[in-house]
């Protein structure tokens, strides 16, 4: 299965679609840092919500970049689940990439993260970082997830794809910032940003209710990824 991840990898790479990814994250990056100095915490938070559809569409590119022949001679070749798993690891991968430059940029070169405010109770410079990881971390299976829902194997087609990739991190954030409308029904991806924002750090409770809520929705989005390959290869 290791040498289908590469495989993919490197079709997606050296067939140039990676291009426009890369294009679209190092704009997100400058919009999110360019504007002046913040606190760690917010900064990461907020350019994790802002990074999700562009680990999306990533993720819907790379699993689009093999042609459908090929994918099925895959299938055959080392089974169903592996195949699948192979364009799952790869699209993280490749997000873990884009992740780990976002958790960099800040520092240059923007220059955009400062230490807390004297007496604002805001977490330390090292804690930030920590949480931004963290928010990174849970922003990128579910963009993956997401990804895959909206690939060509589940969707069929281009409109139906990019409507589905469109309405997934549309919603993501307007559900996010509501409190009433199920947010349940989205990665909490707003919910781990606006908890970053806050003046302390979150306590790990509800770091751990962010962790399961990311894992219960992946689990389930990826449950459906399944079943509609199946159902359609």
Known sequence: MSA?????LAGFVRSGRALAPVIAAVVVLAVVHGGGQSAAAPAYGYSAVM????????????????????????????????EASAG?????????????????????????IRGPLPGSGEPSTAAGIALGVLAHLLALPAAVAL??????????????????????AVLAVVLGLSDSIAPWLVPPVMATARALAADAAPPGGTLLLLAGWTLA?????????????????
């Open 147 to 168: 990804g895959a829902l909206a690939s060509r194997a589940v969707t069929r087609t281009v409109r139906n794809g990019i409507a589905v990739l469109v309405s997934g």
């Open 88 to 112: 799952l690891l790869a699209a993280a991968a490749l997000g873990a990439v884009f992740c780990a430059v976002a958790m960099v940029v800040p520092w240059w070169p923007f220059h955009a």
């Open 4 to 8: 289908l991840v590469r495989m993919r």
């Open 51 to 82: 990074l999700f559809p562009v680990l999306a569409w990533q993720a819907k590119l790379l699993l689009d970049a093999e042609p459908d022949v090929q994918r099925r001679l895959a299938r055959l070749s080392v089974g169903p689940s592996r």
């Open 217 to 233: 929705w992946c689990a389930v989005a990826l449950a459906g990824y399944a079943r509609l390959r199946r159902s359609r290869s």
